[in-house]
């Protein structure tokens, strides 16, 4: 029921006369009349003041000014907490105006107060779908589950898909896409439950592979699910399991290379680069709750924003440091080819992921650095031999395969690849 304060009825007035007005008042003018009208009629206007200050956030006269931002999308925040629990957008629009403040705190530098709101809009989502105003229990929650994964908090990320991965499955009553997966899989992986993830990922691909099948996913993606799949299972020690799935991946290729795509696919590159990421989480730090790091395994759209730009602001230091051991390891390739690779390849996923943040063609820019990470591998099986410099040379080749892929170089990733099975099986 409408709580009615006591407002002067020429403020209302003026108030609805503007928004009845023929020509449509800026979103500044709305929300002055939405803010009166609201204090008098919330029932009816508490949904369309939280609607005006989201709006009036993203106004040209406020973009570049963070801290007015922040103000008008803090307050959207505390105007959708009072709609009233029986209006049926009521979880959209606070999930919607948490998610803005979240944001905008973050643009502010105080991500200190974003956790909070993080397990606020995941309340939101669970509160929303107990009482039908959400299909899903996974509503409002990959925030948090965001921020507990750049926090290093991985026990409790793979918690947390757990309970809702039951809730949403119950009878395999609704299919969760792949990210949503790949994200659980990625944490179960991260908090040392190795087998879970193997599980939770083994669905995925399964999933896929009956997708190709329908023509509702594309062959690129089927095979990048199924070489990441293969380095799991290889990390694990199932390598019987990895050589058939790596012997999968040579058929898809095949395919890939005689045929091409059984239809056009649009930009499909985030798979790719999703999945390359996650491959060399291991070299990067191990992320805090003080010092937050890349959650890897989910898309970079949904990185925070500081965690990806401090990321991105790594390159050139990561760069330098490449061609001081290139120098070194001219000298010197016994003492400085394994770490050069290691390296290297940790510049060259952080520059895949730039190019598609940056919507980059690929294949000009990263080619030249897929070919350095095979010839430095070479090298580093000719100095050292062993069966560890031939897996290194697989992992190269492998790289280089994926990426040929991303960029639509369909014969020259199989060649790649048939190199792959010949070293590793």
């Not at 993203?58 to 709609?83: C, K």
């Not at 039908?132 to 996974?138: A, D, I, N, T, W």
């Not at 439950?193 to 999933?207: G, S």
């Not at 058939?244 to 680069?273: M, P, Q």
Request: contains cysteine.
């Amino acid at each position: 029921m409408d709580h009615v304060e006591t407002v002067d009825e020429n403020a209302v007035l003026r108030a609805r006369a503007l928004l009845l007005g023929s020509s449509t008042p800026g979103f500044g003018k709305q929300v002055e009349a939405y803010r009166i009208l609201a204090s008098v009629s919330p029932l009816a206007y508490l949904p369309k003041l939280t609607q005006a200050l989201l709006s009036y956030g993203y106004a040209p006269e406020v973009r570049s000014r963070p801290e007015a931002r922040l103000a008008h999308h803090e307050e959207a925040a505390a105007a959708a907490r009072r709609i009233d629990a029986g209006e049926p957008r009521r979880t959209e629009l606070l999930v919607r105006a948490l998610s803005a403040y979240r944001t905008a705190l973050y643009a502010v530098g105080r991500r200190a107060e974003v956790f909070g709101i993080c397990e606020e809009m995941a309340a939101a989502g669970r509160w929303g779908f107990e009482h039908g105003q959400v299909l899903s229990p996974l509503y409002g929650h990959g925030p948090l589950a965001i921020a507990l994964a750049e926090s290093g908090r991985h026990q409790e990320a793979a918690a947390l898909y757990g309970d809702l991965m039951r809730a949403t499955r119950p009878e395999g009553s609704e299919e969760v896409s792949f990210w949503t997966m790949l994200e659980w899989a990625a944490e179960l992986n991260a908090a040392g439950q190795h087998d879970r993830a193997l599980e939770a990922f083994a669905d995925t691909v399964d999933t896929t592979r009956l997708e190709v099948d329908q023509d509702s996913s594309a062959l690129a993606i089927l095979a990048w699910q199924l070489v990441h799949q293969a380095g799991m299972l290889g990390a694990a020690g199932h390598h019987v399991e990895a050589h058939r799935i790596r012997r999968e991946v040579l058929a898809v290729l095949y395919e890939l290379d005689r045929t091409g795509e059984r239809k056009t696919w649009s930009n499909i590159l985030s798979w790719w680069t999703t999945l390359y990421a996650l491959s060399g989480r291991s070299a990067e730090p191990v992320p805090r709750p003080s010092a937050p790091a890349p959650p890897f395994g989910f898309s970079l759209l949904d990185w925070s924003p500081d965690v990806k730009k401090a990321y991105f602001d790594g390159l050139p230091g990561l760069e330098a440091e490449v061609a001081d051991l290139k120098t070194a390891a001219t000298t010197d390739s016994r003492e400085h080819l394994a770490a050069l690779l290691f390296l290297h390849r940790r510049f060259t996923i952080r520059s895949a992921l730039y190019c598609e943040q940056h919507n980059q063609d690929i294949l000009k820019p990263l080619r030249p650095l897929f070919n350095e990470g095979v010839a430095f591998a070479r090298r580093l099986a000719d100095v050292a031999g062993g069966e560890e410099s031939l897996a290194e040379v697989g992992r190269a080749l492998t790289d280089r395969s994926m990426f040929l892929v991303a960029a639509k170089q369909y014969g020259e990733a199989y060649d790649d690849y048939c190199d792959v099975v010949d070293l590793l099986g």
